[in-house]
């Protein structure tokens, strides 16, 4: 009988087993699983769905996403396009059931309101009445709030103080009964620790530390903003050291003393990059830009972290987490 040994990169997330310390990012992987197609779902951590809204949204007016000028990175104004959240509970999560994966569904909404609707109906289609059929509908792992859209006109700014980030999630969290609960911070360079403070006393079971950084570019020629929004955010290389910064403060301030894991998102396109946030405090990441050059770029910085766990002689990458030298 052959024992295989446990992969090093194999890790939990506030409970929830991973493969590996990989997510895919909302909104650069399709509605849901569309990436099953060009990547073997069960090498990743699990797959974060689209933001998910109260209604449909066609979202805003092309140009909308765009490479930007510097070459490193992407800059985009979606406008949180989705089918809303009817449409995405039976034309989608019923595929969820053979994801072998963790299913995250992000959220995103106009008001408190809005995220408790979908949020609530996320949770009821995760645990129906006991004498529907449960057998296929079990696949939602967790749910992410994404408090930090900048790409739509009213914004979603609950993620700009810590007494609106408490209001939203302390009406979130009691709808929410079994899956664990993501809250996805802005990427604010001052505050953003207190903002972490707020969400893990009102109920956060894990932060994502960033989304995308406010941005705009000018055609210069026509004077034009290049992204029909104006503005839109910046993602990809050019934003991750910043991200790494915004981790590594949050976990040295907030969650090592609190055991709220973080999960890091920003321009990770290589082993080095998520290795790097993990060093910072990071318990997995996301990788959302290096998707639309490389689908299957998260099988090689799987591969990248595996032989990086190795090389530095400890047993499973949990021990590498916050690791960067003082
Ligand atoms: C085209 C595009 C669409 C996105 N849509 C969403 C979304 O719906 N919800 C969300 O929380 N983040 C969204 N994001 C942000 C990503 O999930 C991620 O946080 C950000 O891009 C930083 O990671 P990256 O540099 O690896 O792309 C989107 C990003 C891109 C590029």
Redesign the pocket.
Known sequence: MSVTSPSPISTTLAGIPLAAPILL????SGTLDEMADVLDLSRVGGV?S??ITRLNRDGNPTWR?LPSRSGL??L?A?G?A?PGIDAFLTDYLPRSAAMPCAVIC?V?GFSVDDYVIVAEKLDAWRNPPAATNTSSRTRIDAI?L?V??PNVKAGCDFGSTPAALSELIQAVRPVVKSAKLII?LSPWPVGLPDLARAAIDSGADAL?I???MPAMEIDVHTRAPRLAHRTG?L???S??PI?VKLVHDVYAKVCRDAKVPIIG?????TWEDAAEFILAGATCV?????L?ADPRVPLKIAKGLDRWVREQRVSNIAELVGAVKP
């Open positions: 990012a909302a909104g650069a974060i689209k933001s996403i990175g992407m985009n979606i949180l989705n992000s995103a992410e994404n930090s859209c996805k994502t960033s989304n995308t955010g993602s990809g290389p934003i991750h991200a998102a920003g321009g990770v396109s996301q990788i959302g830009t290096a639309f």
